[in-house]
């Protein structure tokens, strides 16, 4: 049983508080999405800086020197980095509507399967875009296989887990919203890899976030995602 | 409860088969695995002496730093350790540069935590102690004083602290066995 308060709409906080929220981000990250599901979640108005990753600002550099990577949060002018870090910042420093459980067993539940997920999404994200750029029907069908077979062993740790069993879509939930990013790029590409069949509790989620009010904000963008493979496919084929 | 790795217990399996692997805390009956998320427990259920800061920035950073040993310091010691040739080279190089990025987050404090070890001398004060033993048995400078000379320095303190004096495998112990492992990984990079 998780425990979570009542999910209370309020305002914008920021505006009271007088306070400066960036986030640096790019649009087809998921891991700067999800920290945009976050802040949203709490209504806490932020800034949001696309970057180019090719050209990295200068600002960008400043505040990760460390990794050079978004996501990067600068609240006041402070800057944290690493999206789960991010997380657990955002909810400690804005209280209302948790996104982490009260409980320190739940909680500590709630960090170590954002962690699973974290590391078997990028075993997950190459090989699915290996089965969605690959010009030739093998490399697609070999990427296609090594996802599923990971997004198997997703499939089968969270079935038993019961956490889309609440209402609630906490720290768990905003951390798995990578899988949306999957679910919308197969559907782009016309190519079936994350199917209802074969993963009924990963399919229950994303449906979940595509009804979700704040979620849905945060969805990746079609035509954008379209442009995205179709200038990744043919770069490929450039250079064969 | 020491677990003998090659064959692990029925309980272990029972309490982590995710990983099947150690660390496990039980705490009144429920398992937790991963070592952080161990230490991030520990500290919310038993209040005193908090080992994060209160303040959630300083939080922040803490947690940044631990996950960055974890993932740049560790596998690259780990690769100086088992690795021969150009490959012992480049890791032991990556090695010491990110401990010389780690080295930033001290700060000019005596330790991680400020006066008092904390959250994070706790998660990476281990590389020092284990690097140090197997910068000899691997025959790879992993601390270079001249490079590091802060965290050089904190290692030292850290590891000679009564209370981590306690927490130490018997050093002995700890080389024989790494002696012994390192012959394995030799004998296995010599296949390949």
């Known amino acids: 049983m998780r425990e979570y308060s009542y999910f209370i709409p309020l305002p914008l906080q920021a505006a009271t508080m007088a306070e400066e929220v960036k986030l640096f981000g790019k649009w087809i990250s998921p891991f700067s999405r999800r920290i945009e599901v976050a802040l949203k979640l709490k209504g806490v108005e932020y800034e949001y800086i696309e970057e180019d990753l090719v050209n990295k600002s200068p600002a960008l550099l400043n505040y990760n020197p460390v990794h050079k990577k978004i996501p990067v949060l600068v609240h006041n002018g402070k800057p944290i980095a690493e999206s789960l870090v991010i997380m657990e910042y955002i909810d400690e420093t804005w209280k209302h509507n948790p996104i982490l459980p009260i409980d320190p067993f739940e909680k500590a539940m709630a960090r170590f399967w954002a962690k699973f997920i974290d590391d078997k999404f990028w075993a997950i994200w190459p090989a699915v875009k290996k089965a969605l750029t690959s010009g030739g029907e093998k490399e697609r069908e070999e990427g296609i296989e090594e996802a599923q077979l990971h997004l198997n062993t997703l499939e089968t740790q969270l079935k038993e887990k019961k956490f889309f069993g609440g209402e609630r879509l906490g720290f768990v939930e905003i951390s798995a919203s990578l899988i949306i990013w999957i679910v919308v790029s197969q559907e782009v590409m016309g190519v079936e890899i994350l199917t209802q069949e074969k993963f009924p509790a990963l399919h229950k989620l994303t449906q979940k976030f595509v009804e979700d009010d704040v979620f849905k904000q945060c969805v990746p963008p079609w035509e954008p995602l379209v442009a995205y493979f179709k200038a990744q496919l043919g770069a490929l084929a450039a250079s064969k | ?192």
């Open chain 2, 1 to 192: 409860m020491e677990e003998h790795l090659p064959d692990k217990s029925p309980m272990l399996l029972q309490y982590n088969p995710v990983h099947k692997k150690i660390p496990v805390l039980v705490h009144k009956g429920k398992p937790l695995a991963e070592s952080l998320v161990i230490i991030e427990y520990i500290d919310e259920v038993w209040k005193h002496n908090p080992l994060l800061p209160q303040d959630p920035y300083h939080r922040a950073k803490a947690r940044f730093w631990a996950k960055f040993a974890d993932e740049k310091c560790v596998p690259a010691m780990f690769r100086a350790f088992s690795k021969v040739g150009e490959e012992q080279v480049q890791a032991a190089k990556e090695l010491r540069e990110n401990l010389k990025t780690l080295e930033s987050a001290l700060e000019g404090k005596q330790y991680f935590g400020g006066e008092t070890i904390g959250f994070l001398d706790i998660a990476v004060g281990w590389i020092g102690c284990w690097a140090r033993m197997n910068e000899e048995v691997a025959g790879v400078n992993m601390i270079d004083a001249e490079m590091i000379p802060l965290l050089s320095l904190w290692f030292q303190k850290f590891l000679e602290l009564p209370i981590i004096q306690e927490c130490l495998p018997p050093q002995d112990k700890l080389l024989a066995h790494n002696k012994e492992f390192h012959k394995m990984l030799m004998m296995a990079a010599a296949l390949t």
